[in-house]
C-alpha cells in the first residue's frame, strides 16, 4: 500500500510485525491508497458489532481504494470524538479512478468520465472476508476441526444453488435462499485441500463464485520509498501519480537540461498529480517558452490558466500564438472562441467555434457555445441545431437542457417536457431540469406550484445551487430568468437573509437589461446585508459582477474585500491586495459601533493581508502588523493565532511565538491547532 504522501510503500496487512487491517493495531493514524489490488472488492468491518460496508468495483477500471483512521490510543480517541457520530471511531474509505486522491484528470468541456462501482451494508460475515461482488459476500470461519461459510446477497435469492467443491470435487450441492443482511451460515466440517466455491440463482446465474488460493506475494510492490538518490525506484508507469515533492515533475532531471516538451509535461504534471499546483505549472509553462518562445501547447496551457484567472485579454493572445504555430487544432480555437464570448467579440467567437467544430475532441463543446451564443441571440431554430449537434455527441446534460431551454422559448412546450424529463430520468437531482419544468409549466398557465416545490425538493435551498443556475442563464444571456429565480428566493425567504452574492447578482442583471434604478438599489442592499460570515464568490462569472459593483459604486468597501478573496484564490495576489488595502481603508473610516458589527469580515480582511505579505511576498515584518489587527477582531477563529505564531517561530522568535499561541488558548475554537502543530 501507498502512503498518502506518496512518498513510501508498505506491506499489507503485515507491516512492521502487526497485522494493520485491524485499526487497533495502528499505533498512529494515517491515509493508505492500495497497489495493485488483487481483487475487485474491498471492506471495513467492525467486528464488535458484526456489520460493515462493502466496495465493489473493476479494479482496472477503479483502481483507487483508500483508508484513512486515527488509530489507537488518546490521540484517536480525541479525533474521534471530534469528526464521528456517536456510534463508533472514526474512519473514511475511498475509491477512485486514479490509485490515489491526490491525482488530478482534465476532463475536456462537456466531457464525463464514468463507472460502475457498489456499495453496500454487510452484516454477520464472521471470520475471513473472503470474496464479494455485487451479488453477494463471502467469508470463512476456519478452525482446526470445521470449516463455516457466511453468505451475505444484496438481494432476495430463492431456491438458489450453493456448491462447494474440493480439489475439484463437490463435496456439498443444496438449494438455499437468502435475504439481505440475513446471514446465511453453513458448517463444512473438516476440508484438507483447495476449497471452491459458487452461488447460482435459480436461473442459474453464477452471482458468486470463490477459489482459495494464496497470493503471490513475490509479485506484490516492495516495501521501500517510491524515489531513492534521485531516481524512481517504482518505475512500472502505472504509477504515474507517485511524486517526492520537487521530484516528481521534472522526473530528477536538470531543467536545463529540458527540452520544452519535457517542461511542458512537467507543468501538466503539477496541474495532474500534485494537487493542481498552478503556480508551478505557470512556471514551467513559461520556461518551456524560454526554449521555444512559440511551443504551442504550453502557449494553450498559459491561456486556459488566464481564463481561471480571469484575465481574458491575457487568455485571447496566448491562444492566437498557439494558433499561429498550430492551426490545426481544436482546443486553442474553442477557448480563444470562449474569451470572445466573454469579450463580448461575438463575430470573431463564432469564426473560432466553427473551426473548433472540425476536431473531435471539441465538436460538442464548440456547438454548445455556437448554441448559447444563438439563443443569447434570439436565433432560436440556430440554438436547437447547435444543442442538437453537441447533445448528440456528449454525455453531458447541459447540451440537452439548454435545448429544452430553447424549446420552451418557442413554446414548444411539449418537446421541452419531454427533453426534461429525460435529463431527470438519468439524473433524479438535477435541479436545472427541475427549474426550467417549473417555468413550463408557469408559461403553460398549468398549477406550478407542484412543480416548484420539486425544485426546491431537489436544490435543498442551497445557495449556491441557487448562484450556479443563475450563472447559467447569465452565459445564454437569457437574463430575465436568472432574475425571477433569484428574486422569487428572496420573496419566499422573507424575514431570512440571503447571501449578498444574490443582491450583487441582481444588481448586475438589472443593469445588463437596462433598468439602472433596480439595479442601484440591489447593489446598495449588498452593502446593507449584516452577515458575511459564509460569503464566498469562487465562480469566473463573480470577477466581472463584483467589478460591477466597484465600478457602480467606489465606496463600496465589502465589493472590494469579496472581488479581493476571489483574485487571491486565483493566483493574483497584488491585485487582490491593493482591493482589500482599498477595503480596509474604507473600514477604518467607519464608526467603531459599526467596524464591530463587521468584526468577521475585518479578522479575515487583515489576516488574508498578513498571509500574502508573508507567503508570497515573504515580507515577514510587514505581515505582522496586519496579524495584529486581526486578532483584535478575531472572535473565536484560531488561524490568525497559529499564522502569527509560525512568523514569529520563523524569525527564530521563539518566546513570542509561543506568547502568542498561549494568548489565544482560551480564546479560539479548536485551540489544540495552537498546541498540537507546533514544535516550539
Same mark, same amino acid.
Given at each position: 500500500?501507498?502512503?498518502?504522501?506518496?512518498?513510501?510503500?508498505?506491506?499489507?496487512?503485515?507491516?512492521?510485525?502487526?497485522?494493520?487491517?485491524?485499526?487497533?493495531?495502528?499505533?498512529?493514524?494515517?491515509?493508505?491508497?492500495?497497489?495493485?489490488?488483487?481483487?475487485?472488492?474491498?471492506?471495513?468491518?467492525?467486528?464488535?458489532?458484526?456489520?460493515?460496508?462493502?466496495?465493489?468495483?473493476?479494479?482496472?477500471?477503479?483502481?483507487?481504494?483508500?483508508?484513512?483512521?486515527?488509530?489507537?490510543?488518546?490521540?484517536?480517541?480525541?479525533?474521534?470524538?471530534?469528526?464521528?457520530?456517536?456510534?463508533?471511531?472514526?474512519?473514511?474509505?475511498?475509491?477512485?479512478?486514479?490509485?490515489?486522491?491526490?491525482?488530478?484528470?482534465?476532463?475536456?468541456?462537456?466531457?464525463?468520465?464514468?463507472?460502475?462501482?457498489?456499495?453496500?451494508?454487510?452484516?454477520?460475515?464472521?471470520?475471513?472476508?473472503?470474496?464479494?461482488?455485487?451479488?453477494?459476500?463471502?467469508?470463512?470461519?476456519?478452525?482446526?476441526?470445521?470449516?463455516?461459510?457466511?453468505?451475505?446477497?444484496?438481494?432476495?435469492?430463492?431456491?438458489?444453488?450453493?456448491?462447494?467443491?474440493?480439489?475439484?470435487?463437490?463435496?456439498?450441492?443444496?438449494?438455499?435462499?437468502?435475504?439481505?443482511?440475513?446471514?446465511?451460515?453453513?458448517?463444512?466440517?473438516?476440508?484438507?485441500?483447495?476449497?471452491?466455491?459458487?452461488?447460482?440463482?435459480?436461473?442459474?446465474?453464477?452471482?458468486?463464485?470463490?477459489?482459495?488460493?494464496?497470493?503471490?506475494?513475490?509479485?506484490?510492490?516492495?516495501?521501500?520509498?517510491?524515489?531513492?538518490?534521485?531516481?524512481?525506484?517504482?518505475?512500472?508507469?502505472?504509477?504515474?501519480?507517485?511524486?517526492?515533492?520537487?521530484?516528481?515533475?521534472?522526473?530528477?532531471?536538470?531543467?536545463?537540461?529540458?527540452?520544452?516538451?519535457?517542461?511542458?509535461?512537467?507543468?501538466?504534471?503539477?496541474?495532474?498529480?500534485?494537487?493542481?499546483?498552478?503556480?508551478?505549472?505557470?512556471?514551467?509553462?513559461?520556461?518551456?517558452?524560454?526554449?521555444?518562445?512559440?511551443?504551442?501547447?504550453?502557449?494553450?496551457?498559459?491561456?486556459?490558466?488566464?481564463?481561471?484567472?480571469?484575465?481574458?485579454?491575457?487568455?485571447?493572445?496566448?491562444?492566437?500564438?498557439?494558433?499561429?504555430?498550430?492551426?490545426?487544432?481544436?482546443?486553442?480555437?474553442?477557448?480563444?472562441?470562449?474569451?470572445?464570448?466573454?469579450?463580448?467579440?461575438?463575430?470573431?467567437?463564432?469564426?473560432?467555434?466553427?473551426?473548433?467544430?472540425?476536431?473531435?475532441?471539441?465538436?460538442?463543446?464548440?456547438?454548445?457555445?455556437?448554441?448559447?451564443?444563438?439563443?443569447?441571440?434570439?436565433?432560436?431554430?440556430?440554438?436547437?441545431?447547435?444543442?442538437?449537434?453537441?447533445?448528440?455527441?456528449?454525455?453531458?446534460? *447541459?447540451?440537452? @437542457?439548454? #435545448? +429544452?431551454?430553447? /424549446?420552451?422559448?418557442?413554446?414548444? =412546450?411539449?418537446? &421541452?417536457?419531454?427533453? %426534461?424529463?429525460?435529463?431527470?430520468?438519468?439524473?433524479?437531482?438535477?435541479?436545472?431540469?427541475?427549474?426550467?419544468?417549473?417555468?413550463?409549466?408557469?408559461?403553460?398557465?398549468?398549477?406550478?406550484?407542484?412543480?416548484?416545490?420539486?425544485?426546491?425538493?431537489?436544490?435543498?435551498?442551497?445557495? *449556491?445551487?441557487? @448562484?450556479? #443556475? +443563475?450563472?447559467? /442563464?447569465?452565459?445564454?444571456?437569457? =437574463?430575465?430568468? &436568472?432574475?425571477?429565480? %433569484?428574486?422569487?428566493?428572496?420573496?419566499?425567504?422573507?424575514?431570512?437573509?440571503?447571501?449578498?452574492?444574490?443582491?450583487?447578482?441582481?444588481?448586475?442583471?438589472?443593469?445588463?437589461?437596462?433598468?439602472?434604478?433596480?439595479?442601484?438599489?440591489?447593489?446598495?442592499?449588498?452593502?446593507?446585508?449584516?452577515?458575511?460570515?459564509?460569503?464566498?464568490?469562487?465562480?469566473?462569472?463573480?470577477?466581472?459582477?463584483?467589478?460591477?459593483?466597484?465600478?457602480?459604486?467606489?465606496?463600496?468597501?465589502?465589493?472590494?474585500?469579496?472581488?479581493?478573496?476571489?483574485?487571491?484564490?486565483?493566483?493574483?495576489?497584488?491585485?487582490?491586495?491593493?482591493?482589500?488595502?482599498?477595503?480596509?481603508?474604507?473600514?477604518?473610516?467607519?464608526?467603531?459601533?459599526?467596524?464591530?458589527?463587521?468584526?468577521?469580515?475585518?479578522?479575515?480582511?487583515?489576516?488574508?493581508?498578513?498571509?500574502?505579505?508573508?507567503?508570497?511576498?515573504?515580507?515577514?515584518?510587514?505581515?505582522?502588523?496586519?496579524?495584529?489587527?486581526?486578532?483584535?477582531?478575531?472572535?473565536?477563529?484560531?488561524?490568525?493565532?497559529?499564522?502569527?505564531?509560525?512568523?514569529?517561530?520563523?524569525?527564530?522568535?521563539?518566546?513570542?511565538?509561543?506568547?502568542?499561541?498561549?494568548?489565544?488558548?482560551?480564546?479560539?475554537?479548536?485551540?489544540?491547532?495552537?498546541?498540537?502543530?507546533?514544535?516550539?
Amino acid at each position: 500500500m501507498l502512503d498518502h504522501s506518496q512518498k513510501y510503500v508498505y506491506t499489507y496487512p503485515i507491516w512492521g510485525g502487526h497485522d494493520v487491517s485491524w485499526t487497533k493495531n495502528l499505533f498512529s493514524g494515517g491515509s493508505w491508497s492500495a497497489l495493485e489490488p488483487y481483487d475487485n472488492f474491498w471492506c471495513t468491518y467492525h467486528h464488535d458489532i458484526e456489520a460493515g460496508m462493502a466496495h465493489v468495483g473493476d479494479v482496472r477500471v477503479i483502481p483507487g481504494s483508500k483508508w484513512f483512521a486515527y488509530g489507537s490510543g488518546d490521540r484517536a480517541n480525541y479525533y474521534g470524538a471530534c469528526m464521528s457520530d456517536e456510534d463508533g471511531p472514526y474512519i473514511e474509505v475511498d475509491s477512485g479512478s486514479d490509485i490515489t486522491q491526490i491525482g488530478f484528470r482534465r476532463l475536456s468541456p462537456l466531457g464525463s468520465h464514468g463507472w460502475e462501482e457498489y456499495w453496500y451494508p454487510v452484516k454477520g460475515l464472521k471470520g475471513d472476508i473472503v470474496k464479494m461482488t455485487k451479488d453477494a459476500a463471502l467469508s470463512l470461519i476456519r478452525n482446526r476441526e470445521n470449516l463455516g461459510v457466511v453468505l451475505n446477497t444484496t438481494s432476495m435469492v430463492e431456491q438458489g444453488k450453493l456448491i462447494i467443491r474440493v480439489d475439484g470435487k463437490t463435496i456439498l450441492e443444496e438449494a438455499i435462499s437468502t435475504l439481505p443482511l440475513k446471514p446465511y451460515l453453513k458448517e463444512i466440517g473438516e476440508i484438507q485441500g483447495i476449497l471452491s466455491l459458487s452461488l447460482q440463482d435459480r436461473e442459474g446465474k453464477e452471482l458468486l463464485s470463490y477459489t482459495d488460493n494464496p497470493i503471490d506475494e513475490s509479485k506484490l510492490p516492495p516495501e521501500g520509498p517510491t524515489v531513492k538518490d534521485g531516481k524512481q525506484v517504482i518505475t512500472n508507469e502505472e504509477y504515474v501519480t507517485m511524486h517526492n515533492e520537487d521530484w516528481w515533475p521534472t522526473r530528477g532531471r536538470k531543467i536545463e537540461e529540458m527540452t520544452a516538451e519535457e517542461l511542458y509535461l512537467a507543468g501538466m504534471r503539477e496541474l495532474r498529480e500534485t494537487r493542481e499546483r498552478f503556480k508551478e505549472a505557470e512556471e514551467y509553462f513559461n520556461l518551456a517558452l524560454q526554449k521555444d518562445p512559440e511551443y504551442s501547447p504550453a502557449r494553450t496551457e498559459l491561456g486556459i490558466l488566464n481564463i481561471n484567472k480571469g484575465l481574458r485579454e491575457e487568455a485571447e493572445k496566448e491562444f492566437a500564438l498557439s494558433i499561429r504555430r498550430n492551426p490545426e487544432q481544436g482546443p486553442a480555437f474553442y477557448y480563444r472562441a470562449l474569451v470572445r464570448k466573454m469579450l463580448g467579440k461575438t463575430s470573431l467567437a463564432i469564426k473560432d467555434l466553427f473551426e473548433a467544430a472540425k476536431y473531435h475532441e471539441t465538436y460538442a463543446p464548440a456547438y454548445h457555445l455556437l448554441g448559447q451564443i444563438a439563443l443569447a441571440s434570439g436565433n432560436l431554430d440556430d440554438a436547437i441545431l447547435y444543442f442538437s449537434n453537441a447533445a448528440r455527441t456528449s454525455h453531458s446534460s *447541459q447540451a440537452r @437542457l439548454l #435545448l +429544452a431551454a430553447t /424549446y420552451r422559448k418557442l413554446k414548444q =412546450y411539449e418537446l &421541452a417536457q419531454a427533453a %426534461l424529463r429525460d435529463i431527470l430520468s438519468d439524473e433524479p437531482i438535477n435541479y436545472f431540469a427541475a427549474y426550467e419544468l417549473y417555468l413550463v409549466a408557469r408559461e403553460k398557465r398549468q398549477d406550478d406550484k407542484e412543480a416548484y416545490d420539486q425544485f426546491r425538493e431537489i436544490v435543498r435551498d442551497e445557495e *449556491q445551487s441557487y @448562484l450556479e #443556475l +443563475a450563472c447559467l /442563464y447569465i452565459n445564454s444571456r437569457l =437574463y430575465q430568468e &436568472a432574475i425571477d429565480l %433569484l428574486e422569487k428566493v428572496l420573496e419566499l425567504r422573507k424575514g431570512m437573509q440571503c447571501s449578498p452574492l444574490f443582491y450583487y447578482y441582481l444588481g448586475y442583471l438589472y443593469e445588463k437589461i437596462g433598468q439602472d434604478a433596480e439595479s442601484s438599489e440591489y447593489f446598495q442592499m449588498a452593502q446593507r446585508i449584516e452577515n458575511w460570515d459564509l460569503v464566498f464568490p469562487n465562480r469566473l462569472e463573480e470577477i466581472f459582477i463584483l467589478e460591477k459593483a466597484i465600478t457602480r459604486d467606489p465606496g463600496d468597501y465589502l465589493a472590494h474585500y469579496a472581488l479581493a478573496n476571489l483574485l487571491a484564490g486565483r493566483r493574483r495576489f497584488s491585485q487582490a491586495l491593493e482591493l482589500w488595502q482599498t477595503a480596509a481603508k474604507k473600514i477604518d473610516a467607519l464608526p467603531q459601533e459599526k467596524k464591530q458589527a463587521l468584526a468577521s469580515v475585518i479578522t479575515v480582511l487583515y489576516r488574508n493581508m498578513g498571509l500574502i505579505l508573508w507567503k508570497f511576498e515573504k515580507q515577514l515584518d510587514e505581515a505582522i502588523p496586519y496579524y495584529e489587527k486581526s486578532i483584535q477582531f478575531v472572535g473565536r477563529h484560531f488561524q490568525p493565532y497559529r499564522e502569527l505564531s509560525s512568523i514569529y517561530k520563523e524569525k527564530e522568535k521563539t518566546d513570542k511565538a509561543i506568547e502568542v499561541a498561549e494568548s489565544g488558548l482560551n480564546k479560539v475554537r479548536h485551540a489544540y491547532h495552537l498546541v498540537g502543530r507546533f514544535d516550539l
